[in-house]
């Protein structure tokens, strides 16, 4: 029984390992730039399958990291939510989106790689989908309803392109920070919280912004 315990608290060791320093390296050098050969000789393992033995296919390596994040926000956001309630504030709706990914990355430390990792994912047509399956929880949901019922006469395809606006935004500024404390280089906010006080504005912008009637549009 002990022998068995230690072997599998080996195992979970190597996991850890090779999830940390594949996030880093998908990261600085893209996510199809670096192979599972490659991450298993930086994560040390004298095995050079180590990847596939502990975690199958790169899709597998690549939906591991983003599920290890996202349990974390979707706990964050969860909190958040309880301290919303029914909110008809679109900013506080905004806001639910917003700092569980900031709050996780602050709690991390400096670097952090995950939000350029995750930039790079999200721009793969493939890789996208396990992207939102992995972090589409039922928190994402209850704050897009509550969004939803701020901005009852918001048409649809405006909802929807201003829905894709603000993921873009967030997602992209988030790895830009990143890219910039990781570089010391200057960071447009000293802090994450106060970085993502300036988010929230601007997404909170985006959705409250005028809507052109579709007639304006049309050519004379």
């Not at 072997?7 to 599972?36: D, P, Q």
């Not at 990143?178 to 960071?187: D, F, I, K, S, V």
């Amino acid at each position: 029984m002990a022998g068995r315990t230690t072997r599998s608290g080996r195992a979970e060791g190597t996991r850890e390992t090779i999830l940390t320093v594949a996030e880093r390296m998908f990261a600085e050098h893209g996510v199809f730039a670096v192979s599972n050969r490659q991450v298993s000789e930086a994560a040390g393992q004298g095995n050079n399958a180590a990847v596939g033995y502990h975690f199958g296919t790169k899709n597998d390596l690549l939906r591991a990291i983003v599920g290890k994040h996202a349990r974390r926000i979707e706990e964050l956001r969860q909190a958040m939510l309880a301290e919303t309630g029914d909110s008809a504030d679109v900013r506080d709706w905004v806001a639910c989106l917003v700092r569980p990914n900031t709050d996780h990355l602050a709690e991390l430390g400096s670097p952090t790689w995950f939000a350029r990792f995750a930039a790079q994912v999200m721009t793969d047509p493939v890789l996208r989908e396990m992207m939102i399956d992995e972090t589409f929880g039922p928190t994402i949901q209850q704050t897009l309803d509550g969004l939803n019922r701020c901005l009852p006469d918001l048409p649809l395809p405006v909802r929807i392109e201003r829905g894709e606006m603000a993921r873009h935004l967030l997602m992209h500024m988030l790895a830009e920070r990143e890219r910039a404390l990781a570089g010391n280089t200057q960071a447009t906010a000293s802090t994450w919280p106060e970085y993502a006080s300036g988010l929230i504005d601007a997404i909170t912008g985006i959705w409250l912004a005028p809507v052109t009637p579709s007639t304006s549009h049309s050519r004379s």
